[in-house]
T-cell receptor
């Protein structure tokens, strides 16, 4: 069990550029989540996958955001036409079907300049 | 709607003091789950405990203890004999039955001074 892995750890991009983040969940976990955390706030839910199916999406997830989880393994989160307001820590988490606690990765810190 | 309130934004204690972090929640669900997570400076959220709404038994794990009271909708976290390594931001979170969205409080930053 190597834990949830996220890549990259840090990303600086210019406004208007597209960015993609990757998350590798704990291998036996079939549930995967994306959260966003801004400075001084708790994480906010973005989206949830059970295996390869995206079952829940937050209203925070605008049309510029898209997430995938092909084959129910790793997941990617893409942000198109980034804006300064997208600057945040993007956290990925996973959990098994038998337990409710989610285990989080170290996050990807995005800075849009 | 779910809501979690952590009224204490920052707390500073001297090493070896006991400290309690408060958490108050709101939910209309009769079945729900409560969590505490620790976020050290490295950024990773570390799971500490899960509590089910139908189990009000308090729990102790080493220097950590949790007091769950449905009557006051509170799930408080106490660290006994605090250590410098306890310095972190602590988040309380709520999960409603049938949902997969954790609702987090804004967190309490704990600083333990040697």
């Amino acid at each position: 069990d190597t834990g949830v892995s996220q890549d990259p750890r840090h990303k600086i991009t210019k406004r208007g550029q597209n960015v993609t983040f990757r998350c590798d969940p704990i291998s036996e976990h079939n549930r995967l989540y994306w959260y966003r955390q801004t400075l001084g706030q708790g994480p906010e839910f973005l989206t949830y996958f059970q295996n390869e199916a995206q079952l829940e999406k937050s209203r925070l997830l605008s049309d510029r955001f898209s997430a995938e989880r092909p084959k129910g393994s790793f997941s990617t989160l893409e942000i198109q036409r980034t804006e300064q307001g997208d600057s945040a820590m993007y956290l990925c988490a996973s959990s098994s079907g038998l337990r409710f606690e989610a285990f989080f990765g170290q996050g990807t810190r995005l800075t849009v300049v | 709607a779910q809501k979690v309130t952590q009224a204490q934004t920052e707390i500073s204690v001297v090493e070896k003091e006991d400290v309690t972090l408060d958490c108050v929640y709101e939910t209309r669900d009769t079945t729900y789950y409560l969590f505490w997570y620790k976020q050290p400076p490295s950024g990773e959220l570390v799971f500490l405990i899960r509590r089910n709404s139908f189990d009000e038994q308090n729990e102790i794990s080493g220097r950590y203890s949790w007091n769950f009271q449905k009557s006051t909708s509170s799930f408080n976290f106490t660290i006994t004999a605090s250590q410098v390594v306890d310095s972190a931001v602590y988040f309380c979170a709520l999960l409603g039955a049938g949902s997969y969205q954790l609702t987090f409080g804004k967190g309490t930053k704990l600083s333990v001074i040697p």
